[in-house]
């Protein structure tokens, strides 16, 4: 009985998730659930845009293009839990935590799909 009643709770978010309205959220619940759902598509399209970068160069600045990567995630991941600090324990958090790396993350795509894009002879885009 204590396993079906602790997977019945377990599931509860994602079943939640799955019926959840993002034009028309008005619990906290609902908004928090769709700003996370907002930065993972965000995060998808970043994704992608790497994998179309790391495609086009040699092994050399790939591995300097990874690192890039791994410390700008790193960086976003700290400073959106800064950003939301004020917050902390509180009901929205996770909505304005979700957003921060919602924003970072669409503007990260957007530099690399500036470099995705170099015009000719520009020197300065690898």
């Given at each position: 009985m204590r396993i079906a009643l602790f997977a019945l709770f377990a599931l509860t978010p994602f079943v939640h998730?799955?019926?959840?309205?993002?034009?028309?959220?008005?619990?906290?619940?609902?908004?928090?659930?769709?700003?996370?759902?907002?930065?993972?598509?965000?995060?998808?399209?970043?994704?992608?845009?790497?994998?179309?970068?790391?495609?086009?160069?040699s092994p050399e600045q790939q591995t300097k293009f990874k690192a890039a990567q791994r410390s700008w995630i790193a960086f976003r991941d700290n400073d959106c839990a800064f950003m939301s600090s004020g917050v902390d324990g509180g009901s929205v958090q996770p909505m304005i935590y979700s957003g921060c790396l919602q924003q970072k993350t669409e503007q990260r795509t957007k530099e690399i799909n500036d470099i995705l894009h170099c015009e000719e002879g520009d020197l300065s885009c690898p």
């Open positions: 998730a799955a019926e959840t309205d993002c034009k028309n959220a008005t619990t906290q619940m609902d908004m928090n659930i769709c700003a996370g759902q907002e930065f993972k598509r965000s995060d998808t399209l970043l994704n992608q845009a790497y994998k179309q970068k790391m495609a086009q160069l």
